[in-house]
């Protein structure tokens, strides 16, 4: 009864954003540069992130993730895959696990991803949620600016920064990612639709 109740809730959530979050969607060429800019913003203000890209087998950059409605503080981007420099595919994020913080505006997300089956899984999903379908282990900042090493092998990792660099006390869970083609938006909303009903409602 749960899972019925938070499935139907969620539905409700996706239709309410759709008509706001299609009206405000990015072109390709508007992606790529909101995705460039965060990268040089990764690499240069967070210390110690380039081992950690230079590990990935895949780097997802959702970047400029903004408040997407007054529903439960609901925080939506578009950003896309990229495996050895090329843009694999295109995403779309919602999510209301990052919540509000004062003073932070836009938020950049960065998903690295150093295990090939873990990234196929997400690749070729209709859609893919953090805490059902993968689990996204979420860094901090450590003493001095750098980021907290991993002691495990996490398959998955995840990064959520600002102006300020990375915010802490933050999590990834229930974080949706969908496919979309930016050039393509009529076709793409409503294969979106009907992929969201057929996971959500069946």
Excluded at 6 to 23: Q, Y
Excluded at 58 to 72: E, S, T, Y
Excluded at 119 to 134: A, R, T
């Amino acid at each position: 009864m749960n899972n019925f109740f938070r499935k139907f809730f969620t539905l409700i959530i996706f239709f309410s954003l759709m008509h706001p979050i299609s009206s405000f969607s990015k072109s390709t060429l508007e992606i790529d540069a909101a995705i460039e800019s965060a990268m040089v913003r990764f690499s240069e203000e967070i210390q110690g992130s380039d081992s950690y890209l230079d590990g990935a087998r895949g780097i997802l950059v959702i970047p400029k993730m903004i408040k997407a409605g007054v529903i439960l503080g609901m925080e939506y981007g578009e950003g896309a895959l990229i495996v050895d420099d090329v843009k694999v595919q295109y995403f779309r994020a919602f999510t209301t696990s990052l919540g509000f913080q004062v003073g932070v505006g836009s938020k950049d997300m960065v998903i690295l991803f150093f295990d090939d089956q873990a990234m196929d899984d997400f690749l070729y999903s209709s859609g893919w949620e953090v805490g059902v379908d993968g689990s996204v282990a979420f860094l901090s900042m450590g003493i001095g600016g750098s980021i907290d090493t991993i002691e495990s092998q996490d398959p998955i990792v995840g990064f959520v920064f600002g102006h300020k660099g990375i915010i802490a006390g933050l999590s990834m869970e229930g974080t949706k990612f969908t496919k979309i083609w930016p050039n393509a938006a009529t076709d793409t909303e409503q294969e979106e639709i009907d992929d969201f009903n057929e996971e959500f409602i069946e």
